[in-house]
């Protein structure tokens, strides 16, 4: 029945995704974070909270884009899912703070039903952190149900067994030297005609036109899919971060893992340009080596990549195809880039890139 469905849809379908679907705008992505920012900033809205803490103390763990899904050939996070738990049980051990920075359910493809009835392990997990007050929970364009319905608090207490607050942000907040030093997380898909519309628009997108789509398997097309429309994310999220003072921002939606405002063939270019300025022919060839290996996926190369202020990072996902997956580690004065991956059949933890915050802000 989805094949002749899809068959006499498809086009139709193709067409109107194609004629409505939002392109990005610098102005109306630079309005919203800006209004977004400031109002939880200054303590002026309900969509973001503001965590105060102590430099060398602080320790927080950012994940993205997880995408729970029915366990089905469908389900991105069936393969990252034994990642994931071991890593929450990693942080919950050693007491982090937990940090969903939205798309944590998969719900333009799946029901709420099937998503809880499939994850109920993921959930019990992350209720180990919010028993200790140390879960923020944030909402992204396909976990958009969070935000707009009525019910949303209700489904939440039936999952974590208690009041799960859902925000658009937060900011990490701490004191370097006589600086107050600002970390703004938040998904990433602000600004978005769709996903960051009005009540309607954003209820429609979620509860009709996104069911249809992932129902009739149609590419949404959107930055975690599209591989120029993550080169012109990550454009539009660096010109913004780099404009702020004493702050950096964190988001998601991509899929694609940022540190210091480069992407990993980027941060590969630049080891190159080092081991060929130092004629190092072992480093030289490791480097060349390493962008075959990816850049077939990641072909963009920002014109200013040697000389970006770090300002910008992005987690990743929680839903590689080899079960990989990445996050943002804040600890020990640190900000890290991490990846959990299986080796010898047990998830290891390993870090990708890592800098001292008090380095970071001389940068920025």
Known sequence: MRKLIRWLLLKPVLWATKKFSSKPDRTRIGQALDKLYRDIRDQQTKKGIVLPFELSAGKFIIFSDQHKGARDGADDFTLAAPNYLAALEYYNQKDFKLICLGDSEELWENTLGQVKEFNVETFEAEKKFLAKKAFVKVLGNHDLYW??????????RKIYGEDVPIYEGVILATTI?????RIFCTHGHQGDAQSDGNWFSKFFVARVWAPVQGYLRVNPNTPAFNNEKKTLHNEIMYEWSSKQTDAILITGHTHQPVFQSLTEVERLYRKLQYAQAQKNDNAIQESEAAIRKIEKHFTAVSIDYLTMR??????????FSDGDITGIEIDEGCIRLIKWTLAAKSPQRKVLEEMKLSALIQLI
């Open 147 to 156: 935000g707009n319905d009525p019910f949303a608090w209700w489904q939440l």
């Open 177 to 181: 030297g006589e600086k107050e030093f």
């Open 310 to 319: 770090p300002s910008y990072f992005n987690s990743g996902c929680c839903c």
